[in-house]
């Protein structure tokens, strides 16, 4: 079946710094998703990437899906304490349109 | 709009036991699904729905059941309860997989 790893698992970065975290699908994704969960809250839907190459930008965020559709990277500039969470990928492929979410990146903001 | 409800929000069962986890949307959203989230493991997909009387196995389905007899409503049913069904659920919805909207979770205890 279908896999998605993401790394890291955590990260702690200084207030400020900026964070990065990838995705890598064993197959090809029609999309992919990127959630927020803050800790001891729901996942919260961020953003949709649909076509190869495809670049979004929300503020400070960066989303970036790959050529072959395979993997994809979320990207943050200038931390701030805000932005402490679990940043999940997920993704879709097939005609079941169920997402496969990868296992998450601990973010800790140190202030 | 209340989005996806879910409850409980907090449930200790024993061994043994069943239960059955509400959740309902207000969104006409088609797709509805379950999931699982254990530390370490990101969100695996228990079932899922994609209209009224449709339902489909997700990634674990093993120990859980289903329905779906109307839009609104998706509840999850557990048949015996064992402590490695502890767990945090969440139910989620979707217009045709685009960006799901999760609920708050149900913080599920067996004993």
């Known amino acids: 079946g279908q896999q998605v790893m993401q790394i890291p698992q955590y990260q702690h970065v200084q207030e400020g710094e900026d964070f990065t975290t990838y995705c890598n699908s064993s197959?090809?994704?029609?999309?992919i998703q990127w959630y927020k969960q803050r800790p001891g809250g729901h996942p919260v839907f961020l953003i949709q990437l649909v076509k190869s190459g495809e670049v979004k930008k929300q503020k400070r965020l960066t989303f970036q899906f790959g050529e072959a559709k395979k993997n994809s990277s979320l990207h943050i500039t200038a931390t701030q304490t805000t932005d402490v969470g679990t940043y999940f990928c997920?993704?879709?492929?097939?005609?079941?349109?169920?997402?496969?979410f990868g296992s998450g990146t601990q973010l800790t903001v140190l202030p | 709009n209340a989005g996806v409800t879910q409850t409980p929000k907090f449930q200790v069962l024993k061994t043994g036991q069943s239960m059955t986890l509400q959740c309902a949307q207000d969104m006409n959203h088609e797709y509805m699904s379950w999931y699982r989230q254990d530390p370490g493991m990101g969100l695996r997909l228990i079932h899922y729905?994609?209209?009224?009387?449709?339902?489909d196995q997700g990634e674990v389905p093993n120990g859980y059941n289903v329905s779906r007899s109307t839009t609104e409503d998706f509840p999850l049913r557990l048949l015996s309860a064992a402590p490695s069904q502890t767990s945090v659920y969440f139910c989620?919805?979707?217009?045709?997989?685009?960006?799901?909207?999760f609920g708050s979770g149900t913080r599920l205890t067996v004993v």
């Open positions: 989620a919805s979707s217009f045709q997989g685009d960006g799901y909207t």
């Open positions: 197959t090809t994704l029609s999309n």
């Open positions: 997920a993704g879709l492929s097939g005609s079941a349109r169920q997402l496969t």
């Open positions: 729905s994609v209209g009224a009387g449709i339902t």
